[in-house]
C-alpha cells in the first residue's frame, strides 16, 4: 500500500514508526510530473533500502520571474498511479504553507559548483532554491539516502556539496539519464517538442557523443567549436555546451581528472539540458 502523507508531523511518526523496525529510509525528491526516469529512480531507491519515500512539490522558490509556476504540470492522480504501481512505501505532498510557513526566512547561499556559469548563468537564484528546499526535505525525512538523476548535473553537484557542508549525514545517490531509444534523455519537457523538433532532439546525445570521441583526438577548444557549431546548424539555440570537471564543475585543468560534458539550448520555446561522462 502507497500512503499519501501531507504534513511534516505525519511523515516524521511513519518514519519514527518505520525506523523502530529497523527499516531503512530512501527518499526521492521530485516536483511531479513522473516519466520513466524519475521511475527509475525509484527502482535505484528500492534498491538502496527497504522503504521508499517520493515527495512530490512543486518548489516555487526555485522557478526564475520569468519562469511561470502556475504553468508547471500537476497531474497528481497519473502520478500516483505510477507510484501506486512501482509499490512507492509513501509519498509526501505538503502545501506550499506546509513547507513555507508564513514566517519562513531562511535561504541556503550556495556557491562553489552553484556559481560555475552553467546553469547558474541564466536562472541566477534557481539553487538556492533547490538547496533549501532539498534540505528540509532531508531534514523532515532523514534518509539513509536521497536519489537524484544525473540528467540535472549541475543540481546533483550542488545538492552534494551542500549535505557535505552541512553535515547533514545522507548518501546522495546519482543515477544514470535514462533515454529514449534514439537518444533523447527522457525529460517531462519533451512532450513540448513539436513533430519535427522531437526529429531533431537526438541530434544532442549524438553531438555530445561524437563531441567526446574529438577530445581523444583533437583540442578541447576545436572539440567543443566543431559540436558547438554541428547544434547550431541543426537549429538548437546554445546557452552552452563545456567541458567541466565532473565533481567542481570548474574549467577542466587537468585533462587526466574526470570530467563532464555540459549541454543547455532550445529547441524552438523548448529549453533541454543533457551532459555525459568523457
Ligand atoms: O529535480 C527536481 O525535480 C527538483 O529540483 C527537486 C530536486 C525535487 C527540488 O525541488
New binding site residues.
Partial sequence: MTLILSTIAELRAQNAQWRSRGETLALV???GALHQGHLELVRQAKAEATRVIV?I???PT?FSAHEDLSKYPRPFEADLGHLRATEVDAVFTPSVVEMYGASFCTTIQVEGPAKVGLEDRFRPDHFA??AT??AK?LLQSKPDCAV??EK?YQ?LAV?RQMVKDLDIGADIVGVPTLRETDGLAMSSRNIYLSAQERQIAPEIYQTLLSCSQNLQEKSPNHALAKARTHLETAGFKLDYLELRDASTLRQVSDPSQPARLLFAGRLGTTRLIDNIKV
Fill in positions: 525528491p521530485t516536483m515527495s512539490f512543486v518548489n526555485q532554491g533547490v528546499v532539498v526535505l537524484f538523476g540535472d543540481q545538492i
